[in-house]
């Protein structure tokens, strides 16, 4: 149809063609028009002359080979003529991208490489749409990816996205401790801190985007006052639960390493995702306890770290593994 | 572009099958930045090579509502939000062009300490686009990292106080800014014509819901399109090379009395000057409030370009009539007309200051469209719609609400003669 319509625009005799080329060596010849709305080939048709015999046939690059050359064709053919509503633009750019992933994905490369932006835009739209929504497993279906992450690495994040409710009770009834142990501490000293919180100085500030903060002595009030509560948090009652707190000590503070941790890439990435076990403002959970509502709370910990008990000592382990592994990755990171 | 390729051909002899990675990391990286950020993230879990990709993300948008854990706690909600934002900046690893946080809905506990934070990594990573769309609850005072994002383009910032002691000096400003867009915005001082003197580019410029008690004056000859809305005692505008220009004075409360509620603005002086003016729009209270003279423009001098005017104007005020008279003989190409009726003062004696208008050139020679809000039928409303109907040859609709108008009033607007043979009268 669009063919029709455009010798009706432009009797055949008077078109212009222009000869191109792919990586493979096939050379086809395309009407001018239609190839000029690909801005890399129009630049060479203006500024090197090529493409006007089949001698001088422009090369395309190698990501465009010659079944995405025909998809990308058949959107300059169809966007090329003027006069067409918006509507009608959309509905076929939607029926454009309903191809099988693996062209989508050659299309989306080749498209790139002539610099044919509003392809690049329709078709990475909907190479998004196909991953939104899916499992990573499904993910790595669709694409073939490699399944190459320790069973350690996957777990770490999907542990957060799964929200174990167990952890996030225990960390919950954690953040209530650590409150109450504060609350009696230094009650002022924190209300300071936290007036002053908005007003640090740019140096300081500095220090603790640069990983510094926690080593500047006074300086850096917030990471500061994160290493005090995270030791406060590193004495609960029961000695089978310190890993986990130790790993929450790196990792909230994640350019921190006054602490002595190795920087632990993959764990932060873990952690970006995880939103109850290291309760940012733990003390908003403050409800005024008093001691026999301490004692309670005291037991429900001991109670609950008994009833994980069975799970600790593995958990421990993937602790330990997780320390080497990062050690090789931060290293990684850190080039 | 060679050693690009070599690394892929290797990795598709061992895996046939890969078929997303091996595309280039700015076709990764718009994918991911199409993608609800969480989703993003989440990429890490699939292979080892899509371990970091998301790290350097460059377009980045941080919505609340992607967080909303549906169990009602507000709170842990907000709190996930925003420890997921730190994180994800700290984490973050190269340029970031574009940066929007939606956060309408939910209170921050500090606002502008986490922006603070936030702007600071932004301007220290060659940031284009800032839109925060922040709760107009808790209002924060503009941070001064933001001043020093100099490669900025587009902004939209919403419930910020901006004062002129955080300016940086002149030389130092937003040299590509483009489009400045501030809303529920306090102004102290002349600090918006700072800024926007600090813009040399600036092309489009609107300011929603300001508040400023001070002296405003802006002065540019790049800006194209300009809004300004909201309460405001003093303006003084010059930016001569507008195409749109509006215009909306908001009175502190709907009940204090206009007569004494002033606004100094140099109306007539702003609208001689616009040469390339496309649109304007003067709503709200300003044509009451603004104490200006009868606009006087020399009649050599046309807005050839203006097509669209839009007015709320008491059509029987002799001031307001007289500037919106004036308008239309300068504008001999306009198409569109929208009035937005206030009939005040309604004890005054009607003038006939539409039926006494020297008639021999055309007023509205391409006219199409007139749309009238709260016709209430007045003299002076009617005068005008006569003029109208009588006066332009290629009308084609009048568009007229009311507030329910009495049996008269149509007769009137019936017999009323029609130079168009189109013209059609619409009553909403």
Redesign the interface.
């Given at each position: 149809m669009s063919e029709s319509e455009l010798s009706v625009i432009k009797p055949e005799a008077l078109k212009t063609y222009i000869w191109l080329q792919c990586f493979d060596g096939s050379i086809q010849q395309v009407e001018e028009e239609v190839a000029m709305f690909c801005p890399m080939i129009c630049r060479e048709i203006v500024k090197n002359g090529t493409g006007s015999a089949k001698n001088h046939a422009i090369a395309l690059?190698?990501r465009v080979n010659p079944a995405s050359l025909s998809l990308i064709l058949d959107y300059c053919r169809f966007h090329q003529v003027p006069g067409r509503s918006n509507k009608e633009r959309k509905s076929f750019d939607e029926k454009f991208v309903r191809i099988d992933?693996?062209k989508l994905?050659?299309l989306?490369?080749a498209a790139?490489s002539l610099q044919l932006k509003p392809l690049?835009?329709l078709t990475?739209?909907a190479?998004?749409?196909i991953?939104?929504?899916k499992t990573?497993e499904e993910?790595?279906d669709i694409?073939?990816?490699?399944?190459?992450?320790t069973e350690e690495?996957?777990l770490e994040?999907?542990k957060n996205?799964n929200d174990d409710p167990r952890i996030r009770l225990l960390n919950r009834l954690y953040a209530k401790k650590r409150k109450e142990l504060q609350e009696r501490q230094k009650l002022k000293d924190i209300q300071v801190q936290q007036e002053h919180?908005?007003e640090r100085s740019l140096d300081e500030?500095l220090c603790f985007?640069n990983g510094d903060g926690g080593s500047g002595g006074g300086k850096g009030g917030k990471s500061k006052k994160k290493n005090k509560r995270r030791k406060d948090a590193k004495n609960p009652p029961k000695a089978d639960l310190e890993p986990v707190n130790k790993g929450e000590a790196a990792c909230a503070v994640?350019?921190n390493v006054g602490i002595g941790n190795i920087p632990r890439?993959?764990c932060?990435?873990s952690?970006?995702?995880d939103?109850?076990e290291?309760?940012?403002?733990d003390g908003?959970l403050d409800d005024g306890l008093d001691p026999a509502m301490q004692e309670e709370l005291d037991r429900e910990v001991e109670d609950f770290a008994r009833r994980l008990n069975s799970v600790w000592p593995e958990r421990m382990h993937l602790g330990q593994e997780r320390r080497i592994e990062s050690q090789l990755i931060g290293g990684f990171?850190h080039r | 572009m060679d050693h690009e390729f070599s690394p892929a051909k290797i990795c598709k002899s061992v895996a046939d099958e890969d078929i997303i990675t091996n595309l280039p990391e700015a076709l990764k990286d718009k994918i991911l930045c199409c993608l609800p950020i969480k989703e993003a993230v989440q990429t890490c879990l699939l292979s080892r090579s899509w371990r970091y990709t998301w790290a350097s993300m460059t377009e980045l948008l941080f919505r609340r509502s992607d967080f909303a854990s549906g169990n009602g706690n507000e709170k842990d909600d907000a709190c996930r939000f925003l420890k997921f934002t730190d994180m994800f900046l700290s984490l973050h690893n190269g340029p970031i062009l574009k940066f929007g946080l939606n956060t309408l809905g939910i209170e921050m506990l500090s606002t502008g300490g986490h922006i603070y934070r936030w702007m600071l990594m932004l301007s220290r990573n060659g940031i284009k686009e800032i839109h925060l769309r922040t709760s107009t609850l808790d209002r924060y005072k503009i941070p001064s990292c933001f001043f020093f994002c100099d490669r900025l383009e587009h902004v939209y910032l919403r419930a910020c106080i901006l004062t002129s002691s955080q300016l940086p000096p002149l030389s130092k400003g937003f040299k590509q800014l483009s489009t400045l867009h501030l809303e529920h915005i306090s102004v102290q001082g002349n600090s918006l014509g700072d800024l926007v003197a600090s813009c040399p580019n600036l092309e489009k410029l609107h300011l929603s819901k300001l508040i400023s008690m001070h002296h405003i004056y802006i002065h540019s000859t790049k800006l194209k399109i300009l809004t300004i809305e909201g309460q405001f005692q003093h303006l003084n505008l010059h930016t001569p090379y507008l195409t749109s220009a509006t215009i909306k004075l908001k009175l502190q409360s709907e009940l204090n009395d206009a007569s004494t509620a002033r606004c100094n603005f140099n109306l007539s002086q702003f609208i001689a000057s616009l040469s390339d003016v496309e649109n304007i729009r003067l709503y709200g209270r300003i044509l009451e409030c603004v104490e200006h003279e009868f606009l006087i423009l020399k009649t050599t001098e046309l807005f050839n370009r203006l097509t669209y005017i839009g007015l709320e104007i008491n059509l029987g005020n002799l001031k307001e009539a007289n500037l919106a008279l004036c308008l239309f003989q300068h504008a001999p190409n306009l198409r569109l007309i929208n009035l937005k009726l206030i009939p005040r003062n309604l004890m005054v004696p009607p003038v006939r200051f539409w039926e006494s208008i020297d008639r021999h050139v055309c007023l509205f020679q391409n006219v199409h469209v007139v749309c009238m809000t709260n016709f209430t039928g007045s003299f002076a409303e009617l005068g005008f719609l006569k003029l109208l109907l009588e006066d332009a040859p290629v009308l084609r609709k009048v568009i007229i609400s009311d507030k329910g108008l009495d049996r008269g009033v149509f007769e009137n607007l019936l017999k009323m003669r029609r130079t168009s043979n189109e013209a059609e009268i619409v009553i909403l």
């Amino acid at each position: 149809m669009s063919e029709s319509e455009l010798s009706v625009i432009k009797p055949e005799a008077l078109k212009t063609y222009i000869w191109l080329q792919c990586f493979d060596g096939s050379i086809q010849q395309v009407e001018e028009e239609v190839a000029m709305f690909c801005p890399m080939i129009c630049r060479e048709i203006v500024k090197n002359g090529t493409g006007s015999a089949k001698n001088h046939a422009i090369a395309l690059p190698e990501r465009v080979n010659p079944a995405s050359l025909s998809l990308i064709l058949d959107y300059c053919r169809f966007h090329q003529v003027p006069g067409r509503s918006n509507k009608e633009r959309k509905s076929f750019d939607e029926k454009f991208v309903r191809i099988d992933t693996e062209k989508l994905c050659e299309l989306t490369s080749a498209a790139d490489s002539l610099q044919l932006k509003p392809l690049v835009d329709l078709t990475s739209r909907a190479l998004a749409r196909i991953i939104e929504g899916k499992t990573p497993e499904e993910i790595r279906d669709i694409f073939h990816l490699p399944d190459d992450l320790t069973e350690e690495e996957k777990l770490e994040p999907l542990k957060n996205i799964n929200d174990d409710p167990r952890i996030r009770l225990l960390n919950r009834l954690y953040a209530k401790k650590r409150k109450e142990l504060q609350e009696r501490q230094k009650l002022k000293d924190i209300q300071v801190q936290q007036e002053h919180k908005d007003e640090r100085s740019l140096d300081e500030l500095l220090c603790f985007i640069n990983g510094d903060g926690g080593s500047g002595g006074g300086k850096g009030g917030k990471s500061k006052k994160k290493n005090k509560r995270r030791k406060d948090a590193k004495n609960p009652p029961k000695a089978d639960l310190e890993p986990v707190n130790k790993g929450e000590a790196a990792c909230a503070v994640p350019c921190n390493v006054g602490i002595g941790n190795i920087p632990r890439a993959p764990c932060q990435t873990s952690d970006v995702q995880d939103d109850n076990e290291y309760p940012f403002e733990d003390g908003d959970l403050d409800d005024g306890l008093d001691p026999a509502m301490q004692e309670e709370l005291d037991r429900e910990v001991e109670d609950f770290a008994r009833r994980l008990n069975s799970v600790w000592p593995e958990r421990m382990h993937l602790g330990q593994e997780r320390r080497i592994e990062s050690q090789l990755i931060g290293g990684f990171n850190h080039r | 572009m060679d050693h690009e390729f070599s690394p892929a051909k290797i990795c598709k002899s061992v895996a046939d099958e890969d078929i997303i990675t091996n595309l280039p990391e700015a076709l990764k990286d718009k994918i991911l930045c199409c993608l609800p950020i969480k989703e993003a993230v989440q990429t890490c879990l699939l292979s080892r090579s899509w371990r970091y990709t998301w790290a350097s993300m460059t377009e980045l948008l941080f919505r609340r509502s992607d967080f909303a854990s549906g169990n009602g706690n507000e709170k842990d909600d907000a709190c996930r939000f925003l420890k997921f934002t730190d994180m994800f900046l700290s984490l973050h690893n190269g340029p970031i062009l574009k940066f929007g946080l939606n956060t309408l809905g939910i209170e921050m506990l500090s606002t502008g300490g986490h922006i603070y934070r936030w702007m600071l990594m932004l301007s220290r990573n060659g940031i284009k686009e800032i839109h925060l769309r922040t709760s107009t609850l808790d209002r924060y005072k503009i941070p001064s990292c933001f001043f020093f994002c100099d490669r900025l383009e587009h902004v939209y910032l919403r419930a910020c106080i901006l004062t002129s002691s955080q300016l940086p000096p002149l030389s130092k400003g937003f040299k590509q800014l483009s489009t400045l867009h501030l809303e529920h915005i306090s102004v102290q001082g002349n600090s918006l014509g700072d800024l926007v003197a600090s813009c040399p580019n600036l092309e489009k410029l609107h300011l929603s819901k300001l508040i400023s008690m001070h002296h405003i004056y802006i002065h540019s000859t790049k800006l194209k399109i300009l809004t300004i809305e909201g309460q405001f005692q003093h303006l003084n505008l010059h930016t001569p090379y507008l195409t749109s220009a509006t215009i909306k004075l908001k009175l502190q409360s709907e009940l204090n009395d206009a007569s004494t509620a002033r606004c100094n603005f140099n109306l007539s002086q702003f609208i001689a000057s616009l040469s390339d003016v496309e649109n304007i729009r003067l709503y709200g209270r300003i044509l009451e409030c603004v104490e200006h003279e009868f606009l006087i423009l020399k009649t050599t001098e046309l807005f050839n370009r203006l097509t669209y005017i839009g007015l709320e104007i008491n059509l029987g005020n002799l001031k307001e009539a007289n500037l919106a008279l004036c308008l239309f003989q300068h504008a001999p190409n306009l198409r569109l007309i929208n009035l937005k009726l206030i009939p005040r003062n309604l004890m005054v004696p009607p003038v006939r200051f539409w039926e006494s208008i020297d008639r021999h050139v055309c007023l509205f020679q391409n006219v199409h469209v007139v749309c009238m809000t709260n016709f209430t039928g007045s003299f002076a409303e009617l005068g005008f719609l006569k003029l109208l109907l009588e006066d332009a040859p290629v009308l084609r609709k009048v568009i007229i609400s009311d507030k329910g108008l009495d049996r008269g009033v149509f007769e009137n607007l019936l017999k009323m003669r029609r130079t168009s043979n189109e013209a059609e009268i619409v009553i909403l």
